[in-house]
Every structure is written in structure tokens, then in C-alpha cells.
């Protein structure tokens, strides 16, 4: 398949997967219902964040790593290297990740581009039969997050988000001692993240690099001219390819803060902050505060500092008996009313549980048995789009707790959702 790709030919794939996967036997799993012994056979969509996938999913029992996909060239001839250097075996490293949809071998989609694919690909994928491993934030807005929800269940297909942290054993375990009232009642979860980023300048119109694909790498977000700032990492701070410091890490913290509380929808959304520390292309904050409250009096507090580094817990619940820290790393800590450190348990991050918990879903025929299946990641990530557009608009929001949709407040609703380059709009 060329790399040079026209909007009627996404189209017209993308109809033909719908159709195929509708006259399909009706089989929860592609390909061959994998019993648990059997191969699970993957491609890879993105190769920054999609390289360190390759090499933890690479390095499970039984699992074949047929395809790297990547728009730029040259990572992708360096990423397939790695790849085979890792797993003695060579992928078939492609431009286009619609070779890997057409592919009946393969069972599941890793989707890692930028965030305005996240959501495009991983329908893509469901609609063409495949499982589907979606890194964090699993959508550019809430629309397509609830279009995410609604393709995995049409399809019957295994939908993972990337929030790792979900299957790391230590992290389980310190959130069912919050359940079980080790901390007491518990009312309040505060995050934090922090980091030292850089400015990033203003950019500059250039000519494309000869080894990226920029068509393909824009996909649904309409065009625009190339810039020498924003590829491979700093469309991160524009709202029309990424969602800032919050979607990027804050999904994460806010992911165990929901879990922790046991609480989906908020009631009301407040953010402040901005662009305090550059004066340079950034669109989203690098320094930002956000509230959510829910029903039952609970409450989640996330504060980010993209450009200055201090350490702060990465989680912490608080209760009427004490409180509980998770680590940025795993573990966790449970203090005393009188902030005496009682227990203490290391732990790890999850992340090859986490492809391990994916690959046994697909292979018993359990699409729901995830843990950050996708209801669950468009949930937490909703809370990071729900900041965004409180800090977007310098509103509160006042949110629907049955779906988290923003009521009487038009304007905030039109972030619900986004332009799309005509053409490439996803469609479930």
C-alpha cells in the first residue's frame, strides 16, 4: 500500500473494513479465536511511545510482532531494527497502518501516534476486526471517546488504554485498601505532576522532511502548513493535535484518583492557570490547577507544572482516619491521622501486566476482562478533556453525572467535539 494517501481511498477502506467486519461469523476475536496457547500476532502503530511498546509486548510468551508502522522513514527503518534485535525476529516496517487492518493474520492494532489518531485508528481497527491497544489519553475530545465506547461494543472487539498503572499489582492492592476503609472514609484525591520542559520557540515555515510522510501524519486534523516546531513531540502543547500536560501525564494520577474514590462523571469542573513561564507557540497551560467535584461529597484536585520540576506525591487520598500515597513508580504508603507512616509496600508500574492482561483477553475470548478497558480510559480521560475546555473557555463547568456532558453552556459543548479535515472524519 502507498505511503501517499488520498481521502477517497481512507474512505473507501474504511467502508469496505466496516462491511467485511459486518458479514463476519460472529466471533468475539479476530482471526482465529485464539485459544490460550496459540500466537497472538500484532502490529504497531507509532514508533516514539510504539517502540517501548514493541519491546515489553515483544518479550511476551507467544506473541509475534508482525508490523511497525511509523510516517517518518527513518525512525521507522531504526525502529525495525530494534524491533528485531530484541525479538530475533524482523517486522515488516510500513508507512501506512491500513496494511496492518487488511492483514487477517493479525490480531491486534497497538495504536501509539499522536493524540489526534488515537481515536481515528482504534475505530479503524475494531471496524477491520481487530483488538486494540490505545495509548493514553485514548481520545483527542470527548465525542470520539464515546465513539471509542461504542465501536469496541459493535464490534465485540478487546479495547485497552494505556494507563498501565491499572494492572500493577501493588497499585491494586493500595486502591483496595482505600475501598476497604484503611484510610477511613475517603473524600478527597490530590495529583500532581511536574516536569522541566523547555520553550519550544516560534516556528518557522519549512519544506517537509524528505523522510516524513506529513498527509498521513496530519490524518484527521485539518491541514495545515509545516512548521520546524511541532514534530516528533511538541504537537503535545496544540490543541489541534494534543491535550497539553493534562491529557499527556495528568490522565494517569486522575485514572487512580477516579478508581481510588469510585466515582465516574463529575458534577462540576473548575481550572485555572496558563502560559506562565514561555513566550513561545504553546497553546496549552504549563501551569495548571483543576477541580472536579462529585456526587456522594468527593473531590479530585490535579495540579501540573510542565516547566518546573518539584517533587510532590503522585497521588494522595485523603480520609477521616489518615492517608493513603500511591507512587509514580507503584507502591504505596498509608499514614495515621498524625501523618505517621504506618505500612509501606513497593511496586513497579504495571506496564508489562498490562500488555499481558491485553494479549489474555484476546486469547480466552474476553473483550471486557481489561483492566482500563476503554469505557473505562474514555471515563478518565473525560476528566482531562473537561479541564481543558474549562480552562478553554475560563468557565465553570457544570457536568450531566449520568455522561459528563457540560449543561447549559453551548459554546463549551462545541469542544465536545472537532473540525476534522474533510474526509477523514471517523465514523462507527
Same mark, same amino acid.
Given at each position: ?82 524491533? %528485531? ?7 515488516? &516496517? !510500513? #508507512? @501506512? ?7 487477517? +493474520? ?22 477491520a476486526g481487530k483488538n486494540v491497544y490505545v495509548e493514553k489519553p485514548c481520545s483527542h475530545n470527548p465525542k470520539e471517546g464515546e465513539m471509542m465506547v461504542a465501536a469496541a461494543r459493535k464490534n465485540k472487539k478487546a479495547v485497552q488504554m ?10 491494586? %492492592? ?7 476503609? &484503611? !484510610? #477511613? @472514609? ?7 505532576? +511536574? ?16 523522510d516524513l510522510n506529513y498527509d498521513l501524519w496530519q490524518g484527521p486534523a485539518p491541514r495545515q502548513k509545516y512548521v520546524d516546531n511541532l514534530i516528533h513531540y511538541n504537537w503535545h502543547w496544540f490543541w489541534k493535535y494534543g491535550n497539553g ?27 485555572? #492557570? ?73 511496586g513497579n508500574q504495571g506496564l508489562r501486566e498490562h500488555a499481558q492482561n491485553f494479549i489474555d483477553a484476546i486469547r480466552n475470548n474476553e473483550p471486557l476482562n481489561l483492566n482500563a478497558e476503554i469505557e473505562i480510559g474514555h471515563k478518565s ?48
Amino acid at each position: 500500500m502507498s505511503d501517499s494517501v488520498n481521502r477517497r481511498t481512507f474512505l473507501g477502506q474504511s467502508a469496505a473494513a466496516a462491511t467485511a467486519a459486518s458479514f463476519a461469523a460472529p466471533a468475539i476475536l479476530s482471526a482465529a479465536n485464539n485459544a490460550p496457547s496459540e500466537k497472538v500476532t500484532i502490529g504497531i502503530m507509532g514508533m516514539q511511545r510504539g517502540l517501548a511498546l514493541a519491546k515489553i509486548f515483544g518479550s511476551l510468551d507467544g506473541v509475534e510482532i508482525k508490523y511497525v508502522c511509523d510516517t517518518d522513514d527513518t525512525r521507522l527503518t531504526k525502529a525495525a531494527k530494534t524491533v %528485531e534485535k530484541a525479538t530475533t525476529k524482523a517486522p515488516q &516496517a !510500513i #508507512g @501506512d497502518f491500513r496494511k496492518i487492518l487488511d492483514d487477517k +493474520e493479525v490480531d491486534a492494532l497497538i495504536v501509539a501516534p499522536p493524540n489526534h489518531w488515537h481515536s481515528p485508528a482504534t475505530i479503524l481497527g475494531c471496524s477491520a476486526g481487530k483488538n486494540v491497544y490505545v495509548e493514553k489519553p485514548c481520545s483527542h475530545n470527548p465525542k470520539e471517546g464515546e465513539m471509542m465506547v461504542a465501536a469496541a461494543r459493535k464490534n465485540k472487539k478487546a479495547v485497552q488504554m494505556g494507563s498501565q498503572r491499572r494492572s500493577s499489582e501493588s497499585i491494586q %492492592e493500595g486502591i483496595q485498601k482505600v475501598k476497604e476503609g &484503611a !484510610i #477511613g @472514609d475517603v473524600y478527597l484525591a490530590r495529583a500532581f505532576y +511536574e516536569s522541566a520542559r523547555g520553550p519550544i520557540g516560534t516556528g518557522k515555515p519549512a519544506a517537509v522532511p524528505g523522510d516524513l510522510n506529513y498527509d498521513l501524519w496530519q490524518g484527521p486534523a485539518p491541514r495545515q502548513k509545516y512548521v520546524d516546531n511541532l514534530i516528533h513531540y511538541n504537537w503535545h502543547w496544540f490543541w489541534k493535535y494534543g491535550n497539553g500536560e493534562l491529557g499527556n501525564n495528568g490522565v494517569h494520577s486522575l485514572d487512580l484518583c477516579r478508581w481510588g474514590l469510585d466515582v465516574d462523571y463529575p458534577t462540576r469542573v473548575v481550572s485555572s #492557570g496558563g502560559r506562565y513561564a514561555f513566550d513561545d507557540d504553546q497553546q496549552t497551560p504549563d501551569t495548571h490547577v483543576v477541580g472536579y467535584e462529585f456526587g456522594d461529597n468527593k473531590q479530585i484536585t490535579w495540579q501540573g507544572t510542565s516547566c518546573n520540576r518539584h517533587k510532590n506525591d503522585f497521588v494522595t487520598f485523603f480520609g477521616s482516619k489518615g492517608t493513603l500515597i500511591l507512587g509514580i513508580s507503584g507502591g504505596y504508603r498509608i499514614l495515621d491521622a498524625k501523618d505517621k507512616e504506618i505500612e509501606k509496600v513497593d511496586g513497579n508500574q504495571g506496564l508489562r501486566e498490562h500488555a499481558q492482561n491485553f494479549i489474555d483477553a484476546i486469547r480466552n475470548n474476553e473483550p471486557l476482562n481489561l483492566n482500563a478497558e476503554i469505557e473505562i480510559g474514555h471515563k478518565s480521560t473525560l476528566l482531562c478533556h473537561l479541564g481543558n475546555i474549562a480552562h478553554r473557555t475560563g468557565r465553570t463547568m457544570t457536568c450531566d453525572p449520568t455522561n459528563g456532558h457540560i449543561q447549559n453552556d453551548k459554546e463549551a459543548m462545541t469542544l465536545w467535539t472537532r473540525e476534522y479535515e474533510p474526509g477523514w472524519e471517523p465514523k462507527v
